[in-house]
């Protein structure tokens, strides 16, 4: 080694940054174009399920249809944390970019399953089981994003803004939402209704399942995370074997990524069910309900990467998800219960309410949970966790809360958000401060004896390393 670096002790934590690279652009576009892509795909089902309900899983009642598109929805969240279990110790084994770029294509492929699919009453049954065989797919994909995405992204950010590079994914979800919504409100007040049940509401996802391809164009061009490649220097466990480390080292972790995880069901009530919501329980106008969730969205995606940018100023603070969580706990019964006072202005408040709140959750939590694991474990141990978390609580939260509706307890759905949710805030406070003013680790020990390495080799090449790397204490 040369002389300016001290050798690696194997009892230490260790910071590294990045390795430079060319294209940080395009990685950081390929990164949140590609999560944009999947969410969009995603959200846009719960909106519309609704308004192809009937088309696709007839019944005798409004109700059983609606619950049975859910149903077909909930599927891909029960396929989530199978692939993240699965698949995810790939990404640390074979590289974040390789599997990126499989998530977005079964995405994309779902989304144009959903799109083209002909009615029940033209094809019968096989138009459900395609409906199911697409979420499958799309369950596959969305297991094994969101940890992929955040460890690309935190891991291609210079060590002074990680934070601010991990709030990327969720503004890139939060925009997918916001599109997804915006793409809901335009067909279901352009078209009139006999034309939206036939045609109108398959436009949105034809659309998602094309940007997709330009997300895999992205993907496939983008550059391997300089610290997976770093890591996998002396890290060459199989797939299996790094499960069980993550499991062996970081169970205090996984619980804690798992608590950072378990608001999505707060999320995804926002996000696919609260203009149903409306329109069941206080008779509002899908379609305005859909345009004043979308006014709501636009402040959560500012939120969000304000989050980041500010903890990477202050510190990976815990406060953020905490402040996040007690304005949930606060906030949500009666924003559920305003919804019965009459008014757009009165949906939008409720709706932007609820997104601000969602956003400071959201803020850091991906960088937090980045921070949590070393990066020859990062991708399994997020997925791990946050992939069960989201199929049991997540994908089930648009279900659920038609339940309470149909059953007439419609303030249940508040209730079920709030326990969740402040069981999570009890979590929340065993959180350690993984960043501070200064930039912090975001490798192991030994993966900081694998950068050293790399640059060693480097050196020998005939290029000197752009910076030492010293022991973090």
């Not at 069941?280 to 309900?289: A, E, K, P």
Request: a positive charge; charged letters at 10%.
């Amino acid at each position: 080694m040369t002389a300016s670096r001290r050798a690696p002790s194997t009892s230490a934590s260790y910071r590294t940054d990045p390795i430079p690279r060319k294209g940080q652009a395009r990685n950081l576009l390929a990164g949140t174009v590609g999560h944009f892509v999947e969410w969009y795909d995603w959200y846009v089902y719960g909106l519309l399920a609704s308004v192809f309900s009937a088309q696709i899983f007839p019944s005798g009642s409004q109700f059983a249809s609606l619950i049975a598109a859910f149903l077909t929805y909930a599927i891909g969240f029960i396929v989530r944390p199978l692939s993240g279990i699965i698949i995810s110790p790939l990404a640390d084994r074979y590289g974040r970019r390789r599997v990126l770029s499989l998530a977005v294509s079964g995405m994309a492929l779902g989304a144009l399953i959903i799109g083209f699919t002909p009615p029940y009453a033209t094809i019968g049954y096989l138009a459900p089981v395609l409906f199911v065989v697409a979420r499958i797919l799309q369950g596959v994909s969305a297991g094994i994003e969101g940890q992929s995405a955040i460890a690309f992204m935190v891991e291609h950010a210079p060590a002074n803004r990680r934070a601010f590079f991990g709030s990327f994914t969720n503004m890139a979800s939060g925009l997918a939402t916001l599109a997804a919504t915006g793409a809901a409100a335009a067909v279901t007040s352009l078209f009139a209704a006999d034309a939206l049940a036939s045609y109108g509401w398959r436009i949105p996802f034809i659309i998602g399942g094309v940007i997709g391809v330009v997300g895999l164009i992205l993907r496939a061009r983008s550059d391997e995370s300089p610290e997976f490649e770093a890591s996998t220097l002396i890290e060459q466990k199989s797939a299996p074997a790094k499960l069980r480390q993550l499991l062996r080292e970081h169970p205090k972790a996984i619980l804690q990524t798992a608590a950072l995880s378990a608001p999505a069901v707060a999320y995804y009530t926002w996000a696919t069910f609260l203009p149903t919501y409306a329109n069941l329980t206080s008779g509002r106008d899908l379609s305005s309900t859909l345009a004043g969730s979308a006014i709501g969205l636009a402040l959560l995606v500012v939120v969000v990467p304000a989050g980041g940018y500010l903890s990477d100023r202050l510190g990976r603070q815990k406060i953020f998800p905490i402040i996040g969580a007690i304005g949930m706990i606060v906030l949500f019964y009666p924003l559920l219960l305003l919804l019965q006072a009459p008014g757009f202005g009165v949906y939008v408040i409720v709706a932007a309410s609820g997104w601000v709140v969602l956003g400071i959750w959201q803020a850091v939590y991906p960088t937090i949970q980045a921070e949590l694991f070393p990066a020859s474990v990062r991708v399994s141990g997020i997925g791990f966790a946050h992939q069960i978390v989201i199929a049991i609580f997540g994908g089930t939260a648009p279900l659920i809360a038609s339940a309470f509706v149909g059953a007439g307890r419609p303030m249940y759905v508040a209730i079920y958000m709030i326990v969740i949710v402040a069981l999570c805030l009890i979590v929340y406070f065993t959180l350690p401060e993984t960043g501070s003013r200064a930039p912090r680790e975001t490798v192991s020990a030994t993966d900081a004896i694998a950068v050293v390495m790399s640059e060693d080799l480097s050196t020998a090449a005939g290029s000197a390393p752009e910076q030492d790397k010293a022991p973090w204490s």
